[in-house]
């Protein structure tokens, strides 16, 4: 029987962006925070325009 919670849930994307390993993947990556977070509304706006 599934309750729905997850054992070990996602990290809030406000968590990934101040963590400092993920700053230096997107730094080596020649990404910034602004870039991921465009990235990421955009494919938002693109999911609620398709139907499921």
Do not use: C, H, N
Request: proline share 8%.
């Amino acid at each position: 029987m599934s309750t729905g919670l997850q054992k070990y849930p996602e990290p809030a994307l406000k968590d990934l962006f101040s963590d400092p390993v993920m700053l230096a993947v997107l730094k080596r990556d020649g990404l910034t925070v602004d870039d991921v977070k465009r990235i990421v509304s955009s494919w938002q706006k693109a999911k609620e325009i398709r139907p499921s």
